[in-house]
């Protein structure tokens, strides 16, 4: 199937025509991610901290939560915060409406909570002893160490797997798609049945893949960099 | 086995709890369908992504360029794009162009259907990340050890056959694993192109039964128990294989 050259400017002018519209749903895809990740990071950095701490009461809870996110399919917990979560939340006084797109924000979140909590776990564990020794021979509490000494050595190696599910995370949120939040992946569904053109099929898919790409491609280019720069030489 | 699906029955006349799943005969077969396709998905998908994974990193082990460059482009292309729309992509666009197989009784129908291509997706996916993961495996096998072999008289062939690929497995196998699990997680993308698996029967069922809230958790239940299996054995594996004194990548050292 050769397109001659009319029917090639015919399909980019009919991209170039969506392209505003898609755009801005890639944008809603950009901060669904962001979203999610700041929600995601924030709890996965406690529940990574309750994975390590002393009491067992703390520690085992966090352990099954964590592998319980983890285990979990981001797709089967995106419908479970969108079909279970209420349109409305009321706070005291406040009501405040929950579109789809926070509820998918919220459903991509969990399973970022699951394996933030297992790098923060990780990165820690991955520090010698030796540095809680001395942290504690110096008269540090528990707290202490763990602010001042642990974590700011332990944040960096955790940056390129962070970074890692980052990327995972933008490319999950195509699947908000299913359950109807107007981003990319819908709209370009949307331009797609309103041109109802066959050939369009494989142009517009490309394109959009395209712009995943785009803004993938060069976060894994750094993280691959970050992750050369912090290996451990053994 | 009677009384056990009766108890379901019982816990929805008590307790309002409706579970059709389990005590519906029709609603049964259908979820029991669902999780059989997710686990022929599942297990075609792995087996098929490991082959690649295999291939693609023996071909970057290559001398030739061309095959060096095809096989860093397909790796590139579908680590960074979203799953679900390279599903799409090969699903409603790849698919609308490949020729249809006429049918005896008249009409025609697609050459592959959605499970088909669920599998072929799923398996370039995930061997997209396995050709990088055997790749870093038997980078990390230590030269000394080849050269060992190499000394002691082993040609290519067994040199690779019997000294680098079982250490590079057993180096590789943590950050195997992972991609293994996340693969089998990634199969209930197939409900977007209308495969019959896990989360697709769900959906009918509790379309049907209106038991949105019941049935999720039974979903996420299956799924989570599934999958803490699935990375139960591969653990078990991983120590079971174990060489003291070899250390992993991606993993505990």
């Known amino acids: 199937m050769i397109a001659g050259d009319g029917d090639a400017v015919g399909v980019l002018a009919t991209i170039w025509k969506w392209a505003p519209l898609i755009g801005r749903g890639f944008l809603l895809n950009i901060l669904i991610s962001v979203l999610a990740m700041a929600m995601g990071t924030v709890a996965g950095l406690a529940l990574g901290l309750g994975q390590i701490a002393p009491y067992a009461v703390l520690?085992?809870?966090?352990?099954?939560?964590?592998?319980?996110?983890?285990?979990?399919?981001?797709?089967?917990l995106l419908f479970y915060c969108i079909l279970l979560l209420p349109y409305q939340m009321t706070v005291g006084d406040w009501t405040v409406p929950m579109p789809a797109w926070i509820k998918a924000t919220i459903g991509l979140a969990l399973p970022v909570m699951g394996n933030v909590s297992e790098i923060v776990r990780g990165g820690i564990q991955a520090l010698p002893q030796a540095q809680w020794d001395s942290a504690e021979s110096l008269?540090?509490?528990?707290?202490?160490?763990?602010?001042?000494?642990?974590?700011p050595q332990a944040i960096k190696p955790m940056l390129p797997p962070w970074m890692n599910l980052y990327a995972v995370l933008i490319m999950a949120t195509p699947l908000a798609s299913i359950v109807g939040v107007e981003e990319a992946m819908t709209l370009t569904r949307f331009a797609l049945s309103a041109e109802n053109r066959s050939e369009l099929l494989l142009p517009m898919y490309l394109a959009l893949l395209v712009a995943f790409f785009a803004y993938c491609y060069p976060i894994a280019?750094?993280?691959a960099r970050l992750e050369r720069r912090f290996a451990v030489k053994h | 086995m009677t009384g056990v699906w009766d108890w379901f029955l019982w816990l929805y006349e008590a307790h309002g709890i409706n579970l059709p799943v389990f005590y519906d005969s029709?609603?049964?077969?259908?979820?029991?369908?669902?999780?059989?396709?997710?686990?022929?998905?599942s297990v075609c998908s792995v087996v098929a992504s490991v082959a690649i994974g295999l291939v693609g990193a023996w071909a970057?082990?290559?001398?030739?360029v061309v095959a060096r460059r095809l096989v860093q482009g397909y790796v590139h292309a579908f680590r960074n794009t979203p799953p679900l729309i390279q599903l799409s992509f090969l699903y409603f666009a790849v698919g609308n162009l490949l020729p249809r197989l006429e049918m005896a009784g008249g009409g025609s129908r697609p050459l592959l259907d959605g499970f088909a291509?669920?599998?072929?997706?799923?398996?370039?996916?995930?061997?997209?990340?396995?050709?990088?993961?055997?790749?870093?495996?038997?980078?990390?096998?230590p030269a000394s050890t080849v050269e060992a072999a190499e000394a002691l008289g082993f040609n290519r062939w067994r040199l690779h056959r019997h000294v680098v690929l079982p250490l590079a497995l057993r180096i590789c196998l943590p950050a195997l694993s992972n991609n293994l699990v996340n693969l089998v997680k990634t199969s209930t993308l197939a409900y977007a192109i209308g495969v019959p698996e896990l989360l697709y029967v769900s959906a009918q069922v509790w379309a049907?039964?209106?038991n949105v809230r019941e049935m999720m958790n039974v979903l996420l239940v299956t799924y989570v128990g599934m999958v803490g299996l699935l990375s139960f054995g591969l653990r078990r594996l991983e120590a079971a294989l174990r060489v003291p004194g070899l250390g992993t990548v991606g993993g505990q050292p």
């Not at chain 1, 520690?59 to 089967?76: C, D, H, K, S, Y």
């Not at chain 1, 160490?145 to 974590?151: A, D, H, S």
């Not at chain 2, 077969?29 to 022929?40: C, D, I, N, P, Y």
């Not at chain 2, 970057?60 to 030739?64: A, E, F, K, P």
């Open chain 1, 221 to 223: 280019r750094w993280t």
């Open chain 2, 208 to 210: 049907d039964a209106m």
């Open chain 1, 139 to 151: 008269a540090f509490s528990r707290r202490q160490t763990l602010w001042m000494v642990i974590l």
């Open chain 2, 60 to 64: 970057l082990g290559s001398g030739s």
């Open chain 2, 26 to 41: 029709y609603d049964r077969q259908r979820f029991f369908a669902g999780l059989l396709t997710t686990l022929e998905l």
């Open chain 2, 117 to 141: 291509w669920a599998v072929v997706t799923l398996s370039l996916f995930g061997g997209a990340f396995n050709v990088e993961i055997f790749r870093s495996g038997i980078e990390a096998v």
């Open chain 1, 59 to 76: 520690r085992r809870p966090a352990q099954i939560v964590t592998q319980f996110f983890r285990n979990a399919p981001w797709l089967v």
